[in-house]
């Protein structure tokens, strides 16, 4: 059985961080809504006691700051796990993109370079752009069809090396 332990974590950084960048500023910029709704409720509830008249030393203003202070509590832990949950997530979610790219990029780099021992290109199940594999497939297939047929050099022989010894 053949080992598939991950040797890099990315495959390609310039992509990826910046795809974990957009994702983490995405994730920074709702936590700050939720976190400036909170502030906005508990400055309403705040002063709705005032204007009800209550005393600064009444019971329910301490009740109100002991629950902000709480869901401040629980805000923040529950803010910390989906920041991480998140750029966890992001970070398999560019490899699903990030891998065909780069599988398909040398793909073609053999294929320019003359590689005669190239087998058509597959992707792992969930991989992002399937549909390029199957149209580079596609395409070094109609070429290869081609150059049988039609691969003949303007003296009437086949090129010594071409698509078809592939």
């Known amino acids: 059985m053949e080992d598939h332990k991950r040797k890099h974590w990315l495959i390609n950084p310039a992509f990826q961080l910046r795809f974990m960048a957009y994702m983490s500023l995405a994730s ?11 502030t906005i409720y508990f400055d309403a509830v705040y002063a709705m006691g005032h204007e009800l008249g209550l005393d600064p030393d009444h019971p329910y203003f301490s009740f109100i700051e002991d629950q902000q202070t709480l869901l401040l509590r629980i805000f923040v832990l529950l803010s910390l796990v989906a ?6 997530f992001s970070l398999l979610l560019s490899h699903r993109i990030a891998g065909p790219i780069y599988r398909i990029e040398r793909y073609m780099e053999a294929v320019a370079q003359g590689s005669t021992n190239i ?32 691969g003949v050099d303007e003296d009437g022989k086949r090129p010594a090396y071409g698509l078809n010894t592939l």
């Open 119 to 150: 087998q058509p290109v597959h992707l792992r199940q969930g991989d992002f752009f399937p549909e390029i594999a199957s149209i580079v497939n596609a395409t070094i297939k109609e070429l290869r069809h081609r150059e049988e047929f039609e």
């Open 83 to 88: 920041f991480t949950l998140l750029m966890g």
């Open 28 to 38: 920074l910029i709702s936590i700050s809504v939720f976190y400036f709704a909170n």
